[in-house]
């Protein structure tokens, strides 16, 4: 049993609720009480195992990264600064099909540490070797979703689709039965894959009742060629092939038009916004007041470290703020807390799990995090919400809480010596 008292909770409940002076109890994985200091402590002080003082700290819901390529963060920095088409083809998928297996646990393992140290406690992936991704979040105890990468081109782990889907198949009876890890289908993109694909992927998805993810109508060059080859755009091919349901989490959906956004909310889909990725490929702006407007769930994902080139959720939490501003000319089109609800309980709801994590509240799921606010850039403090997107970054998460573990503490990331990994990985 933990508790945690003294300390502020921004619970992002259903009335986003801000209990100063509070206290937080965890037992075993669950979050078993939440409530005003004075009385929680005198009841679970003797109790708990261990004893968190949180003066001057903040605990909120650990962050949800909806879109990423973990083992990118071996590629970061490699080609920055070109367009989408010419960074992936002739840049990162000649080296990424070149990957071993260990590349891509260590390549995950790296991510998973820079996450746990920028407060994000569950992500989804989209990669190969995903059972390597499975065994770096094990060691480290963190909440994943295992997206598969599937395409037509021949890469590293198989020479196409069908293979990739036989394999595929191998990793989802593997984990199953994860509590923290679930696998989920990740047809690659329009270019890539082609329709056929996209509907076996889909097939694979209701037979295994599984979520699918994909990039989405990133660039206006995907755009053209799916008006080139299907003669219509992205959004209408899949959705004509019955392929979007409240299932599927479409990445990016820079180049949605008004028609495309209709049947992104009729189908129930969720939409991964990457705004930092999305500026750096000068892919394209997201219509996200549109699409918020239209009642269309959107969380937010960071992308792969090659793109981004960080991993840091409150820095994708402040661009997706000010990007759109900027883009209306309107300061009020997008708010810290519309923001704030994207990184954590949105995210809960793209994965169909927002009855265990995204909030805190008795009976889910410990994934929390604790920002120490005594720091030169968040004093005085006169709106915690406003502080969490504008001003905190992710070197301020000073505790992360996975299903009821401590996975960080002061820093200190748990089950790794952090710097001989980091050692060894600057030899590969
Ligand atoms: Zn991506």
Sequence with gaps: MILIKNITIVTQNKEREIVKKGSLVIEKE???VIGKSKSIEKEYSRKAKKVIDGKNKVIMPGLINSHGH??????RGYADDMDLEKWWLEY??????????KKVYQGSLLAMIE?????????IDFYYYEDEVAWAAKKLNMR??????ILDFPTFLYKNADE??????????????????KVILAPHMFQTTSLET?????????????LLTTHMSETKAEVNFSIKKYKKRPVEVLSQASILDENVILAHCCWVNKKEINLLKKSNVSIVHCPVSNMKLASGIMPLPELLRSKINVSLGTDGACSNNNLDMFEEMKTTALIHKVNKLNPTIIDAQTVLDMATINGAKTLKIEDQIGSIEI??????????????????????????????SGSDVETTIINGKIVMENRKIKNIDEDKFLQEMMLI
């Design 30 to 32: 669950y979050i078993k």
């Design 70 to 75: 973990l083992a990118m963060t071996l590629l």
């Design 92 to 101: 990162v998928y000649p080296v990424e099909s070149k990957f071993t297996r």
């Design 115 to 123: 996450m746990i140290k920028s407060g994000t406690t569950c992500f």
């Design 144 to 149: 994943g979703f295992l997206g598969c990468a």
């Design 164 to 181: 990739a889907l036989e394999i595929t198949k191998k990793v989802i009876k593997k984990f199953s039965n994860n509590s923290l890890l």
């Design 198 to 210: 996209y509907v076996k992927v889909w097939e694979l998805t209701k037979q295994y009742g599984l």
């Design 363 to 392: 009976g889910k799921r410990a994934d929390l995090i604790i920002i120490n606010f005594e720091k030169p850039h968040l004093i005085p403090c006169h709106n915690i919400i406003s502080h969490l997107v504008y001003s905190v």
